[in-house]
């Protein structure tokens, strides 16, 4: 079964600096995708940045990247640059092919607070 | 020009009642999804339909009843409301067979049970 970790339950960061969000996720697939998903409190999910696991560079998005380790199983999401509307929570998401669909499995999310 | 809308936004209503979440997406897409977000956030997925046929079931109990009048809506009918119904339920959507596609979400409609 896929499962995907993010194990800080809460972060801070001072506007303008850089913070990391950890995730990690168990799969027997070779090919997949990965996403991250922001929700502020306006309650949306916004996609912040999407990665294919056969594609070894890592995806960039303005300010957000990825740091994907493939043998790790690691998803790690890179914001630089923090600005206080990035505070969010902030789920890594894992695409599982069911079927003929496709449905994505969640972290627990990540509660991320940037400070003036 | 919203691409996955949800109705009502908020919902509140007693226990036992019965009650319907209406989503619509205008992006094209063939499948379209409902997920839960419980009290701490946790997302996980309820169903999957693809071209109005029922895909992903995750042991839903049975009193949820989704309807997929075509593959532009997708409603979900709650009958005998529990309090543990209580979470915000998001819509989505996506092109099946594309895995880099992402699924849009809509904005979520939050289910209080009184």
């Known amino acids: 079964a896929q499962t995907v970790t993010q194990s800080q339950p809460e972060m801070s960061v001072q506007e303008a600096e850089t913070v990391t969000l950890s995730c990690t996720y168990d799969?027997?697939?070779?090919?997949?995708?990965l996403f991250w998903y922001k929700q502020p409190p306006s309650r949306q999910m916004i996609l912040v940045i999407r990665?294919?696991?056969?594609?070894?560079q890592n995806a960039t998005e303005n300010r957000f990247s990825v740091n994907f380790q493939k043998a790790a199983k690691s998803f790690s999401l890179k914001i630089s640059d923090s600005q206080l509307g990035d505070t969010a929570m902030y789920f890594c998401?894992?695409?599982?092919?069911?079927?003929?669909?496709?449905?994505?499995?969640f972290g627990k999310g990540t509660k991320l607070t940037v400070n003036p | 020009d919203t691409a996955v809308s949800q109705t009502p936004k908020y919902l509140v209503t007693q226990m036992g009642n019965d009650k319907s979440i209406k989503c619509e997406q205008n992006?094209?897409?063939?499948?379209m999804y409902w997920y839960k977000q419980d009290s701490k956030k946790f997302l996980k997925i309820m169903f999957s339909?693809?071209?109005?046929?029922?895909?992903i079931n995750e042991t839903v109990p049975n009193r949820f009843s989704p309807k997929s009048p075509d593959k532009a809506h997708l409603n979900l009918h709650i009958n005998s409301l529990e309090l543990g119904d209580s979470a915000v339920y998001f819509c989505?959507?996506?092109?099946?067979?594309?895995?880099?596609?992402?699924?849009?979400f809509g904005d979520g409609t939050r289910l209080s049970i009184l």
């Open positions: 989505a959507s996506s092109q099946a067979g594309l895995r880099n596609q992402p699924q849009h």
């Open positions: 799969t027997s697939e070779s090919n997949y995708y």
């Open positions: 990665q294919e696991a056969y594609k070894q």
């Open positions: 998401a894992f695409m599982k092919r069911t079927g003929g669909s496709e449905k994505l499995v």
């Open positions: 992006l094209g897409h063939d499948t």
């Open positions: 339909y693809n071209n109005k046929e029922l895909i």
